[in-house]
């Protein structure tokens, strides 16, 4: 059908004829029901010319914002810059519509791939995600986010850190994308792999980032019916608005698989075991790189080790079990949301420390409870709490006991020097001087010395490996948080108490999620108010 008789239809008429359209593409039916009616905005709150002057304008772009903008600012309450950049990414997806239909340029949307695989050799990339400083500022999503997620058209579309783009040399291989986050040390938990990849052409490294980034434009992705590249509108940089944009997708992959189980990576051999894997990498895993490459004819040895893991059907679902956004249900708020969230401090040692020291000395019947309950050492209440004595965390005596407490979050143990007792081959540290110094000093010698360590639940603590470690005992935080929830009633209407346990939540799980969960709220929060404003 020509463009005159396009135009001639009615508003009826040709939301039908562009309904049916719609269901002969691959998108969700909560992305059509919402593009039937928000792509002839214009339209309904303009006028019939105003909406077809816009889409078929050579400018569209910088036409169709400023009159969505216009018009928005008339007759809604809502963010008028969200909004607008949520009906324009619908108006893009009409014009694919006119294109399809002879009345446009076919060659204003691009075509998501141009790099075909000519399989000359098999490569693993290694994608590490949830990394960064840039994840902490303000309210930022990671562009990985979308990793894990089904677009509105159906299908999985992969983030390459740390810049979304690559040679398209890497096109000639089959490609497989092992995505992991940290998890300690030489250590990464592997979230889900990437089978059947292929690169988006417009994610090619050699090309300027604005033509980057009108690809990405072009291609027209949308979650949960909001535009990519809208989600990400919001993000900052130190404070400011990015200016840069980018390429927010790097391939297009068959299928998503997440593994049945946890498991891991490591490039150290002795932290191998049950399910978690050491690779071969000679050089370990790069510590800055956020990306890694291992081709089977340049890392042979590597790869091997890698795609035992990659092969190992009974690790891996058996089918793609990413959801798209409008199959998720309803968003909901952090329930243990505090203010060391607020601050950006919910890793901080020092301020639990500070925190540990403080609600002890507040109830001072609490801690002897605590100290009897969990440390299983009879204290009475009548004892001192000093903070960083010699350095130590937490020297809490009393007249017949002394408790040496190290708090050790997302730090190890720190070592002296690097040296080495003579006779052994355990490591000199501060265990060994804290230990020491309790039982030498005056003040402390004729007590009974108890040493432990607060640790979250996912830290690896191998006590065995450094001198006087056999002297201290972990206490896990999930213990820690348990005693206080038990006893919460010993310190009601105390200000801040929910704030501390809240915030210690998070240390008492196996594994720290806490950011992956994170982005996820994020990015599902953007869209679902996105669409509600």
């Known amino acids: ?162 810049q979304g783009t690559i040679d398209l040399s890497h096109g000639k291989n089959r490609i497989t994308v092992l995505m992991v986050r940290k ?12 089978d059947g990849v292929m690169i988006l052409d417009f994610a090619d490294s050699r090309l300027p980032r ?25 993000n900052s940089f130190r404070g400011s608005l990015e200016d840069e944009k980018n390429a927010y997708a790097t391939f297009i992959a068959d299928k998503v698989i997440k593994p049945k189980m946890q498991i891991y990576i490591t490039d150290d ?45 009974e690790l891996w679902e058996e089918a793609n079990t990413t959801q798209a956004i409008s199959e998720l249900p309803e968003p909901q708020k952090d329930p243990y949301f505090n203010f060391m969230k607020i601050i950006k401090h919910e890793d901080n040692e020092l301020a639990f420390s500070n925190m540990f020291a403080y609600f002890f000395n507040l109830n001072r019947d609490a801690f002897s409870l605590f100290a009897n309950d969990v440390l299983h050492i009879e204290m009475q209440a009548d004892f001192t709490i000093e903070r960083e004595k010699k350095n130590i965390d937490l020297l809490v005596s009393d007249i017949n006991n002394v408790v040496v407490i190290e708090n050790k979050i997302k ?42 360590i607060f640790s979250p639940n996912y830290n690896r603590i191998e006590l065995s490996k450094f001198s006087c470690g056999e002297k201290y005992t972990v206490i896990y935080y999930r213990e820690i948080y348990n005693f206080f929830i038990e006893h919460r009633k010993l310190f009601d209407d105390v200000p801040y108490f929910n704030d501390f346990i809240n915030a210690m939540y998070k240390h008492t799980k196996d594994y720290d999620n806490e950011l992956e969960e994170e982005m996820q709220r994020r990015f599902q929060n953007t869209i679902y108010n996105a669409k509600n404003r």
């Open 1 to 162: 059908m020509d463009k005159n008789k396009l135009k001639a239809l009615s508003f009826d008429e040709l939301r039908t004829l562009y309904r049916n359209f719609l269901h002969s593409q691959d998108i969700s039916k909560l992305t059509i029901d919402t593009a039937y009616s928000d792509t002839f905005y214009l339209w309904r709150k303009g006028s019939k010319d105003l909406f077809w002057d816009t889409v078929t304008d050579t400018d569209f772009e910088n036409v169709a914002k400023s009159e969505l903008i216009k018009t928005l600012s008339e007759h809604s309450t809502g963010n008028v810059k969200s909004l607008a950049s949520n009906y324009l990414s619908h108006l893009k997806r009409f014009r694919l519509f006119l294109s399809s239909n002879g009345t446009m340029e076919s060659v204003e949307i691009k075509k998501p791939i141009k790099v075909k695989q000519i399989n000359m050799s098999r490569e693993i990339i290694i994608n590490k995600m949830y990394v960064g400083g840039y994840l902490l500022e303000g309210d930022n999503i990671g562009h990985e986010i979308i990793n894990l997620y089904k677009a509105d058209d159906g299908k999985n579309y992969i983030y390459l850190n740390s």
């Open 411 to 452: 730090s190890s143990i720190n070592g002296i020097n690097d040296r080495h007792d003579i006779y052994s081959d355990q490591v000199q540290s501060q265990l060994k001087k804290y230990f020491q110094f309790v039982t030498s000093d005056d003040d402390y010698c004729s007590k009974t010395a108890s040493c432990f």
């Open 210 to 234: 604005k033509e980057r980034y009108k690809g990405q434009v072009a291609l027209g992705l949308t979650y949960g019916g909001i535009s990519l590249v809208d989600l990400f509108n919001e």
């Open 269 to 313: 051999a002795s932290a191998s075991g049950d399910n978690t894997f050491f690779v071969r990498t000679y050089k370990g895993f790069g510590k800055q790189t956020l990306r890694e490459f291992y081709n089977e004819n340049e890392k042979p040895d590597s790869f091997v080790d890698l795609n035992k893991i990659i092969e190992n059907k």
């Open 183 to 194: 998890f300690a040390t030489k250590t990464y938990k592997v979230l889900a792999k990437a």
